[in-house]
């Protein structure tokens, strides 16, 4: 597991509008940490969840064209519900974001957590 892969993640049952269920998130944690998280049984990773949900797309939002990510259609990464989760409730890995769609995911991360 890498820092811009697209995986599949349950997220479980939701409260208010948190991402929830199982959807797609891209893997926004370091390498090094990534690695040992999916070494040990119990390793947390950290992800931005996405959505199709298209209606509109806030600066802390990130377009992701299918095309470009393996995703089946047009999506956004939602930097704003960035989190932690277990390594066991990755799936499968079902893509991959450009380089350049990671540097826009980080600068929404960036403009969400004023960094």
Not at 35 to 45: K, L, T, Y
Not at 46 to 56: A, I
Not at 65 to 87: H, M, T, Y
Request: proline letters at 5%.
């Amino acid at each position: 597991m890498r820092r811009g892969d697209i995986w599949m993640v349950d997220f479980s049952t939701p409260k208010g509008s948190e991402a929830a269920f199982r959807r797609p998130a891209v893997v926004a944690s370091n390498n090094s940490a990534n690695r040992s998280a999916s070494d040990s049984a119990h390793g947390v990773v950290t992800v931005v969840p996405v959505t199709s949900n298209l209606r509109r797309v806030y600066p802390f939002q990130v377009r992701l064209r299918a095309r470009d990510c393996g995703l089946p259609r047009d999506s956004k990464a939602q930097a704003e519900q960035i989190r932690a989760v277990a390594v066991e409730r990755l799936d499968s890995r079902i893509g991959r974001v450009p380089n350049n769609t990671m540097a826009a995911i980080d600068a929404a991360l960036r403009l969400h957590l004023n960094l």
